[in-house]
C-alpha cells in the first residue's frame, strides 16, 4: 500500500473572477478563472455557488491542489460572491450577459459615464441611462427591470448566507421558493424537509437554530415526529408503532413527553400522518399497501382466463421442445401458472425458477397469449430477458416513469398485455408494487417469480414476503435442488445459510466456493486486493475488471465500499502519465474504471445500479464517456459526477438482481451491526462460478444467526 498523502491546510483565498468557465445551476458546481488578490496571473478556482459572474469579487475557503493536466487548482469548500468595487470589476460584471440590454459595449460606456454610482442609478434614477450612446427608453426598462430581478435574487442569497447555509443548499431553496424563500423560512423553516431533496429534518433543523426558532415550538416538534417515520421508511418499514415513534422523537428532539404527544393529533387532522390500532404511517404508505391488498384479492378471486389448454399435452410438448426433462415438483408448478390469474413461484438456487419460468411462457406464447416482461432493475430485466429469449423491462420504464412521481401507465392508462411476469419479485418495494399492480389491464394474469429469502427490497415494505406469508395468494414454493446444482457449492451453502447452519467451510480443490481466514480489517482488504488484482485472474483466468465483483455490507470503515474501491482502483486501474483523471465530489475518475450509476436519470437513460466502463474523459471541456452496455455509451459533465461511484466493490443491496462470474465477500465483526442471514444468503447467490468468502469465522456464523432484515413493520400482511 501507498503512504498515505498528508492533507493539505485549508486557507481563506480572496480576488476577482475573471471568467466563468462551467457552471452547472442544478447543483451550483463551478469552475472559475481567477484572479488572486496581490497576483496578476490567473489560476483555476472549483467550488459550488447559486450563480457567479465575471467581475465579481469572490472570498474561498478550502485548499490548493496539484493538478497534471490544470496546473494547480483551488477547491474551495465555501465560497462566497460579491458585487465589485472596481471600475474594471464593474465593467466586466455589467457586460458578463448578467443583465439584459447590457453586453461589453454597452457596460464599457455607462461604466465611463456614471463611475462606481452605475449600480445606485440602474435601480434609482434609470432615466439617466438614456444619456448613454445607445440606450433608448425601450432597452432602459429592460435593463432596470433585469437588474431588479438579479438583485432579489442577491439579497435572498445573502440573507441564506448570514444564516449558515451554504451556496448549493441556498440554491436550491432558491429554486423551489423562488422570491418568496426569505418569508417561507421566516415562516416555518422545517417546510424544506418536506419540500427538497437533500435537505433532511437535521438541516432544516440547524437553519431554523440559527433563525431563532423555539426548540419546543410546535412545528419543530412536528417535523421531528414526520422525520422519525420518515426515516423509518428509509429503512424499509411502511408504519412504526405508536409508542416507538414517541420513543425515537424525544431522542432526536430533547423535549417533554406531553408536549409532544401534543402534536400527534395535530398531525392526524391535517392528514399528515395516519394512526391505525397502535401504528401510525405516512399517508402515502398506507394508501400503497391498501391499493396492493385491493388488487392482488382481485385478481386471486377468479381463475385463469387462457385459450384451452390440455396440460399433458403441453407438458409434454414443452419438454420435447426444450429438451429438458421436469421433475414432478416443476409440473406442478407449471400446471399452476396454466389455472391461476395470480400466481407467485418462490424459491432459491439451483431449485429451477428459470427452467418453469422458460416452460410456462413457451407453453402460452403457442396459443398466442400477449406476454409482458419486467424487472425491478435494468441489470434483473437483462438477465430474465437473456433466460426467457423475451424482450424484458425494467418496471420503471413499462409503466413509463416520468420522473417526479409522474408515470404514464396507472389506472387511467393501463398496460397492453395477458401475462405479465415479474421477476427478482422481493426487490419490489410498496409503491413501486401498488403502482404496478394499479396499471394492469382488466383480465390481465399476473406471475410473480422470485427468492423471498433474499433482502427485501430497499424501499418500504417486503411485499414478496407478505403476500406469501398472508397464505391468501396461490403460491409454489420450490425446495428440491436439482442435480447440476447439487454439485455446486455456491449453491449447498447458499441454502445452508439460509437454514440458519454455518457452510462447510473445509477447502476441497475443483469446489467453486472457499472461505479464507483472516482476523484483522487490514488482513482482509489486502488479501480482496490481492485475490482481485492477481491470484484469482492467474488461476481462473477472470478478467480482474469485468468479471470480478467485491460485495460488501456497508459503505463505511475500512472494508466499506469507498475503502476497498480506493484501494482496488490503485491495484487494477494506477494511474499513469498515459491516463486522463479527473476528481470531483472526493473520488478520482481514471480511463478503464468500472463505475456505477447511483440514481435514476431519465434524460440519459441511465438507472440506479447500472454498471459501466469509463471510455474517455475529454480535458477541455471537461467531458467523461462512460460505456454501460453495447448500445449506450453515455457523456457527463463535471458538475454531474456526483451521480457516478466506482464500482469495484459494491454494497450487496446494490448488487441485487445482478449476477457475477466471481464474487469476493468481506467477512468482518467490523461489519456486525449490518452482518446478517438474508445479506449473506443474497451476497453469495450473486455468483455465478466461484465465491470466496474473506475473513473470520466468527463474524459468519453470528451472521447466520440473525435475522433481522426481516423484522420490518408492515400492515400488507394483515390487509390480506
Known amino acids: ?422 421477476d427478482e419479485a422481493s426487490m419490489i418495494d410498496a409503491p413501486l408494487m401498488a403502482q404496478f399492480l394499479s396499471a394492469l389491464p382488466p383480465g390481465a394474469h399476473l406471475l410473480i417469480v422470485g427468492d423471498a429469502d433474499q433482502l427485501p427490497s430497499v424501499g418500504p415494505g417486503m411485499v414478496l414476503h407478505d403476500l406469501i406469508a398472508s397464505g391468501t395468494v396461490p403460491c409454489v414454493k420450490l425446495t428440491e435442488i436439482f442435480r447440476q446444482a447439487a454439485s455446486s457449492r455456491i449453491i449447498t451453502s447458499a441454502h445452508a445459510i439460509n437454514r440458519g447452519q454455518v457452510p462447510d467451510l473445509k477447502p476441497a480443490s475443483r469446489s467453486d466456493f472457499f472461505f479464507l481466514e483472516a482476523s484483522e480489517p487490514e488482513e482482509i482488504r489486502d488479501l480482496i486486493v490481492q485475490l482481485a488484482h492477481t491470484r484469482l485472474p492467474a488461476k481462473y483466468g477472470f478478467d480482474p475488471i469485468t468479471d470480478i465483483q467485491v460485495l460488501t455490507p456497508m459503505n463505511r470503515n475500512l472494508l466499506g465500499t469507498a475503502s476497498l474501491n480506493h484501494s482496488l482502483q490503485l491495484a487494477l486501474n494506477p494511474p499513469n502519465e498515459v491516463k486522463f483523471e479527473i476528481e470531483r465530489f472526493q473520488t478520482t475518475f481514471r480511463v478503464g474504471d468500472k463505475v456505477i450509476q447511483t440514481h435514476n436519470n431519465y434524460d440519459k437513460e441511465v438507472f440506479n445500479g447500472d454498471i459501466g466502463h469509463i471510455t474517455a474523459i475529454d480535458a477541455d471541456p471537461v467531458k467523461l464517456h462512460v460505456r454501460f452496455d453495447a448500445q449506450r455509451l453515455v457523456e457527463y459533465e463535471p458538475g454531474e459526477l456526483d451521480e457516478l461511484q466506482p464500482a469495484y466493490a459494491l454494497t450487496i443491496h446494490k448488487s441485487q438482481g445482478s449476477e457475477f462470474p466471481c464474487v469476493i465477500i468481506p467477512v468482518s465483526t467490523q461489519h456486525y451491526v449490518l452482518l446478517e442471514r438474508s445479506l449473506i444468503y443474497t451476497a453469495i447467490t450473486r455468483a455465478k462460478k466461484l465465491c470466496i468468502l474473506v475473513g473470520d469465522e466468527r463474524a459468519l456464523s453470528l451472521a447466520v444467526s440473525k435475522q433481522e432484515s426481516r423484522k420490518r413493520f408492515t400492515g400488507l400482511r394483515e390487509m390480506l
Open 1 to 422: 500500500m501507498p503512504p498515505p498523502r498528508a492533507t493539505p491546510k485549508a486557507e481563506v483565498l480572496r480576488g476577482l473572477v475573471e471568467r466563468v468557465v462551467f457552471h452547472n445551476e442544478e447543483n451550483g458546481f463551478c469552475i472559475l478563472k481567477i484572479i488572486p488578490d496581490g497576483k496578476t496571473s490567473s489560476a483555476s478556482l472549483l467550488g459550488k455557488a447559486p450563480r457567479v459572474v465575471a467581475g465579481e469579487e469572490f472570498e474561498a475557503r478550502g485548499v490548493w491542489e496539484p493538478n497534471r493536466d490544470f496546473g494547480p487548482q483551488f477547491k474551495a469548500d465555501d465560497l462566497k460572491l460579491k458585487r465589485p468595487d472596481s471600475l474594471g470589476g464593474i465593467e466586466r460584471y455589467l457586460g458578463s450577459g448578467l443583465i439584459k440590454g447590457i453586453g461589453p459595449a454597452h457596460a464599457k460606456r455607462i461604466v465611463e459615464k456614471f463611475g462606481p454610482k452605475v449600480f445606485d442609478i440602474i435601480e434609482n434614477e434609470s432615466k439617466k441611462l438614456e444619456d448613454v450612446e445607445g440606450v433608448g427608453k425601450k432597452r432602459r426598462l429592460e435593463i432596470r427591470e433585469s437588474w431588479m430581478k438579479q438583485k432579489a435574487l442577491h439579497s435572498i442569497m445573502l440573507f441564506l448566507h448570514q444564516h449558515g447555509i451554504s451556496s448549493s443548499r441556498a440554491l436550491r431553496i432558491y429554486k423551489t421558493y423562488g422570491d418568496e424563500a426569505q418569508a417561507v423560512l421566516q415562516e416555518n423553516p422545517y417546510r424544506m424537509a418536506q419540500d427538497i431533496r437533500g435537505i433532511g429534518f437535521k438541516t432544516a433543523d440547524d437553519i431554523a437554530y440559527h433563525l431563532g426558532v423555539a426548540n419546543e415550538a410546535p412545528e419543530r416538534l412536528k417535523a421531528g415526529l414526520l422525520h422519525v417515520l420518515e426515516t423509518a421508511a428509509q429503512n424499509g418499514h411502511c408504519c412504526l408503532p405508536e409508542a416507538k415513534t414517541i420513543e425515537k422523537a424525544l431522542e432526536l428532539l430533547g423535549c417533554s413527553d406531553d408536549l409532544l404527544r401534543s402534536q400527534i393529533e395535530p398531525l392526524i387532522e391535517s392528514s399528515q400522518i395516519e394512526r391505525h390500532g397502535e401504528f401510525l404511517y405516512l399517508p402515502h404508505l398506507r394508501a400503497a399497501e391498501q391499493s396492493i391488498a385491493a388488487s392482488v384479492k382481485a385478481l386471486a378471486a377468479s381463475p385463469a382466463a387462457y385459450p384451452p389448454i390440455d396440460e399433458d399435452a403441453a407438458l409434454a410438448w414443452v419438454m420435447k421442445k426444450t429438451g429438458k426433462e421436469l421433475a414432478e415438483s416443476q409440473q406442478r408448478a407449471v400446471r399452476e401458472a396454466l389455472r391461476q390469474r395470480l400466481l407467485i413461484i418462490t424459491g432459491g438456487p439451483g431449485v429451477g425458477k428459470t427452467t418453469i419460468l422458460r416452460s410456462i411462457l413457451l407453453i402460452l406464447q403457442s396459443k398466442q397469449v400477449k406476454l409482458v416482461l419486467a424487472a425491478p432493475t435494468g441489470r434483473a430485466a437483462k438477465r430474465l430477458s437473456e433466460s426467457t429469449g423475451l424482450e424484458a423491462k425494467t418496471l420503471h420504464r413499462l409503466l413509463e416513469y416520468q420522473g417526479d412521481g409522474g408515470w404514464g401507465r396507472h389506472r387511467g392508462k393501463p398496460l397492453v398485455g395477458d401475462l405479465f411476469v415479474v
